[in-house]
């Protein structure tokens, strides 16, 4: 578990294939779109802050 970077209560996708072989995928959780835009926003704003005291 330790290699794989996996925690007790981690969701995971299990695969069984024909072979016998079995896949472990972690699901990460999606960021959503408002969270993306939101911290572009307060980047720019940062930026724009940052250019202005260069200004």
Do not use: C, F
């Not at 980047?43 to 260069?54: E, F, I, P, Q």
């Amino acid at each position: 578990m330790e290699l794989a970077h996996l925690k007790a209560g981690d969701e995971l996708n299990v695969e069984v294939h024909a072979g016998g072989t079995i896949t472990l995928t972690p699901i990460r959780p999606r960021t959503t779109n408002a969270e993306v835009s939101q911290v572009i926003q307060s980047t720019l704003k940062d930026y724009a802050r940052t250019m202005k005291k260069l200004a």
